[in-house]
Antibody, heavy 119, light 106 residues
Framework: EVQLVESGGGLVKPGGSLRLSCAASGFTFDSYSMTWVRQAPGQGLEWVAYINSNSLYMYYADSVKGRFTISRDNSKNLLYLQMDNLGAEDTAVYFC????????????WGQGILVSVSS | DIQMTQSPSSLSASVGDRVTITCRASQGISKYVAWFQQKPGKAPKSLIYGASSLQSGVSSKFSGSGSGTDFSLTISDLQPEDFATYYCQQYKSYPHTFGQGTKLEI
């Protein structure tokens, strides 16, 4: 069974940093690209970042470019999102999600983790 | 960036109804559209990819169509568990933008 479990969320002050982790199991992690999607309270879904299976390619939403870094450790089946210089606009539930090969969209989602940015 | 305009933003329907949600892309994206269902407090669930292909395990009451710029999701024989928010997403190019969502209410 495919499982994606996020961790590392919480309350952080404006300007602070946080690193999210996503533990993957039930599939061959190093064969899949991965992505982060977030959802601000009461709002819609916003795509955040992408990383391919061997970490050669990463893409970011303009809203996080230069502040967030996506990475992965295929030896540990872990996906990360390092978030720096956080602002109130980054308050959201963050979901990690799996992307199948051959340019297919998300097929599995994690349960999400809340990040709150407030003084 | 490709913009996805979803309509309506909310929709009222009754059990047993058939409803259609539409999504328009700001430029041609072939069939690179996915649809997701999200219930309150839960992660989204993947329903459809390639505009019309059902994800594994998804009920055939969900169907998708379209190509180019205009796409639709149809849900037939609405049941209480189908009342949720639905999102389209284009995955032709990054950023993989979502529509703003359609809240389907009883």
């Amino acid at each position: 069974e495919v499982q994606l479990v996020e961790s590392g969320g919480g309350l952080v002050k404006p300007g602070g940093s946080l690193r999210l982790s996503c533990a993957a199991s039930g599939f061959t992690f190093d064969s899949y690209s991965m992505t982060w999607v977030r959802q601000a309270p009461g709002q819609g879904l916003e795509w955040v970042a992408y990383i391919n299976s061997n970490s050669l390619y990463m893409y970011y939403a303009d809203s996080v470019k230069g502040r967030f870094t996506i990475s992965r450790d295929n030896s540990k089946n872990l996906l990360y999102l390092q978030m720096d210089n956080l602002g109130a606009e980054d308050t959201a539930v963050y979901f990690c999600a799996r992307l199948p090969p051959y340019q297919l969209p998300i097929d599995y989602w994690g349960q999400g983790i809340l990040v709150s940015v407030s003084s | 960036d490709i913009q996805m305009t979803q309509s309506p933003s909310s929709l009222s329907a009754s059990v047993g109804d058939r409803v259609t949600i539409t999504c328009r892309a700001s430029q041609g994206i072939s069939k690179y559209v996915a649809w997701f269902q999200q219930k309150p407090g839960k992660a989204p669930k993947s329903l459809i990819y390639g505009a019309s292909s059902l994800q594994s395990g998804v009920s055939s009451k969900f169907s998708g169509s379209g190509s180019g710029t205009d796409f639709s999701l149809t849900i037939s024989d609405l049941q209480p568990e189908d009342f949720a928010t639905y999102y389209c997403q284009q995955y032709k190019s990054y950023p993989h933008t979502f529509g703003q969502g359609t809240k389907l209410e009883i």
